[in-house]
């Protein structure tokens, strides 16, 4: 059992079903668990991890995270619209 | 009313405690007074009022030529208040409604780029209503019976077999199958495939057990997780709520295995 005997069961991570439609039920379900990084963390945990690795790992996430973020912010400005003058630097 | 508080306001307050006979004297003249005053004031409303009917009326008699004449206009204007907003008197009354008018003619606002205005917490799920469990969520009826009543199918899915236990909502266990029992041996257990039919051929059980409508718990993940719950759906049961009940631990408990070597 999960986290049946300490909390309120049929609460958290659960979603209502509409008309039998199971599947995005589900999808919904393994999006919210993945948004939540609770996939990755079960898998991260069924073997242990060296603290070398944890440490390494940590690292790379954090490296990955802000070079992400820049990329993300970048991207979003060149596609960016309703600009006044969309030729900037060219006219 | 009126007369009499003014009348308070201009006398200091030690000369009204001591009510002397002068100061009677004064109390009544300065009474006298206003209340000449305002029959003057009521006289001239009342014949500046005159005026305005008689200047309507003839207004209204000429039929509104009121193109040039900025006075007539107004004059109308506040008669009929709709139609002409008065120059001086009503800008402070209407700057809401102007300011308002304003912005929604304006073109949207650019947000800028991601980051520089809050988000929601997840724009995906907006328009999600009624998929989540409230507070009445126990009480509601499915098939005539209480969600909260309702048997539980628990799903245990693992990296090589799907197993799956009906209970009553109480958790006493009613029927049990796995992909090994459903004659799947080996690595075949361990495939959404097996994971189907088993499900099925639960479901199948179930309602010949008279169960037509569980919820489901989802334990682990591994390649029946989906298809173990589809393929109760396709046996012919009513899936009202999926809940995942995976174990998840943020720290070791108990020390994993070693890692495989690779």
């Known amino acids: 059992m999960g986290v049946g005997s300490r909390h309120v069961q049929f609460v958290a991570r659960t979603v209502l079903v509409k008309k039998n439609n199971v599947e ?63 030729w900037v630097g060219s006219a | 009313m009126f007369v009499s508080a003014s009348c308070r306001s201009r006398l200091p307050p030690s000369h009204f405690k001591e009510e002397s006979v002068v100061n009677v004297v004064y109390l009544v003249s300065v009474l006298w007074k206003s209340v000449k005053m305002l029959r003057r004031v009521v006289a001239r409303g009342l014949w500046s009022g005159h005026g305005a009917v008689r200047t309507s009326v003839e207004l209204r008699n000429k039929e509104i030529r009121t193109h040039q004449d900025i006075a007539a206009k107004l004059l109308v204007g506040w008669r009929r208040r709709d139609e002409l907003r008065g120059l001086h008197c009503t800008p402070s009354y209407y700057k809401t409604q102007d300011r308002k008018e304003m912005l929604a003619s304006m073109p949207v606002k650019d947000e800028g780029t991601e980051g520089e205005v809050t988000q929601g917490l997840d724009n995906s799920l907006e328009g999600s209503g009624g998929m989540f469990p ?31 236990t009906l209970t009553d909502a109480k958790g006493m266990v009613k029927l049990y199958r796995s992909c090994g029992v459903e004659g799947f041996k080996n690595a075949k ?10 499900a099925i051929s639960l ?22 997780r989906m298809a173990a719950v589809k393929g109760l759906t396709m046996g012919g049961l009513n899936v009202v709520s999926i809940t995942d009940d995976t174990p998840i631990s943020f720290n070791y408990s108990q020390r994993p295995r070693k890692a495989r070597k690779l």
Do not use: W
Not at chain 1, 29 to 57: A, F, S, V, W
Not at chain 2, 189 to 198: D, E, F, L, S, V
Not at chain 2, 210 to 216: D, H, P, R
């Open chain 2, 189 to 198: 257990k361990g495939t959404n495939i097996a994971a189907q039919a088993t």
């Open chain 2, 134 to 164: 409230d507070e009445d969520t126990p009480n509601l009826l499915c098939d005539g019976v209480r969600f909260a009543d309702l048997p539980i199918l628990h799903a245990r899915v693992s990296k090589n077999n799907t197993m799956l």
């Open chain 1, 24 to 86: 995005e039920g589900m999808r919904v379900l393994n999006r919210l668990m993945g948004r939540e990084g609770l996939l990755d963390r079960y898998r991260l945990t069924r073997r242990y991890e060296k603290p070398t690795q944890m440490r390494r790992r940590v690292n790379f996430e954090k490296a990955k995270a802000i070079y992400n973020e820049d990329m993300d912010r970048k991207i979003t400005l060149v596609m960016r619209m309703n600009r006044l003058n969309p």
């Open chain 2, 203 to 224: 479901a199948t059980r179930a309602l010949n057990q008279g169960i037509k409508t569980v919820k489901v718990k989802v334990s682990g993940i591994g390649p029946g």
